[in-house]
């Protein structure tokens, strides 16, 4: 979500960062960085240890395996619950949206927004090295799901938290638990649209990847920027060339991310958001 907050705030859309890190030098850091970029940073937590680190490591197909190193304190996202308003689009996913430990805030937040009519975007972001095992954590994803009115999330997510193979597979899972729009990812094979309205498939271009890292999460502001762009509230009344503008933009996002060793939009890149 931080990468996501970053591409947003580069483009000009007023964004808030929740999250929680340590008041240490990785922290100075990332708090200076988010400031710099146009991220909101009052609704973080700021404890007194080490702040959480990630590294992630590039096969030769430029895709990425991750490594987490966390030490956190015993109280966790101890923070006021922001004042959501209809218009407002929250996007939740990856370790925090499962830890257990922040889980009562988490679902004060998201029930909070939930009843300022607020749109809940959900990305699962599940990590081999980073989760505990899927049995331990599928309920909460489950309740995620529910939570969502849009979820985002990719083959290889699905194929890990519920053996989907396919992206209607993958929609059956979703809707049983409760949100009826998806969109599927499967890298270089293409994008999957499923409401119960539209079903499509979208092509992605041909690109010389550098990195992979961040492109998920870069895809993901691509939709909030262009759903927050064209003001919709109401996913059920999204017209198909609507979708269509949505989903191109989002792959555009993703592609621009993937050909640097960037995990967001370049500030060139937002310009040329703002002057479209």
Same mark, same amino acid.
């Given at each position: 979500m931080l990468n996501s907050s970053v591409? %947003?705030?580069?483009?000009?859309?007023?964004?808030? !960062?929740?999250?929680?890190?340590a008041r240490d030098k990785v922290g100075d850091i990332i708090l200076e960085f988010l400031m710099d970029n146009n991220v909101s940073t009052e609704s973080l937590y700021l404890y007194e240890g080490s702040s959480p680190l990630a590294l992630a490591f590039l096969n030769e197909k430029n895709d990425a395996k991750y490594h987490? !190193?966390?030490?956190?304190?015993?109280k966790r996202l101890y923070i006021d619950v922001p004042d959501f308003a209809p218009d407002d689009i929250v996007m939740f996913g990856s370790i925090l949206s499962v830890t257990r430990q922040a889980r009562d805030k988490l679902m004060e937040v998201l029930n909070s927004a939930g009843i300022a009519g607020s749109l809940l975007y959900y990305d699962p972001n599940y990590?081999?090295? %980073?989760?505990? /095992?899927?049995? !331990?954590?599928?309920? %909460?994803?489950s309740e995620n799901i529910a939570l969502a009115d849009i979820v985002r999330a990719s083959d290889e997510d699905m194929r890990k938290i519920s053996e989907c193979t396919s992206p209607d597979e993958a929609y059956e899972f979703v809707c049983q638990r409760g949100c009826d729009v998806l969109i599927y990812t499967a890298n270089s094979q293409g994008v999957y649209l499923?409401? /119960?309205s539209y079903s499509r498939e979208y092509t992605v271009p041909e690109i010389e990847t550098v990195s992979t890292v961040g492109a998920g999460d870069t895809f993901n502001a691509g939709i909030v920027y262009m759903l927050h762009k064209r003001k919709i509230t109401d996913l059920h009344n999204v017209s198909g060339s609507q979708w269509d503008e949505i989903i191109n933009i989002a792959i555009e996002f993703a592609s621009h991310v993937c050909m640097s060793n960037d995990n967001y939009i370049s500030p060139g890149f937002a310009d040329r958001l703002k002057k479209i």
């Open positions: 591409s %947003l705030g580069r483009a000009g859309v007023e964004v808030s !960062y929740i999250s929680e890190f987490f !190193y966390e030490n956190f304190p015993e990590r081999d090295s %980073l989760f505990c /095992p899927i049995e !331990y954590i599928e309920p %909460l994803i499923r409401t /119960p």
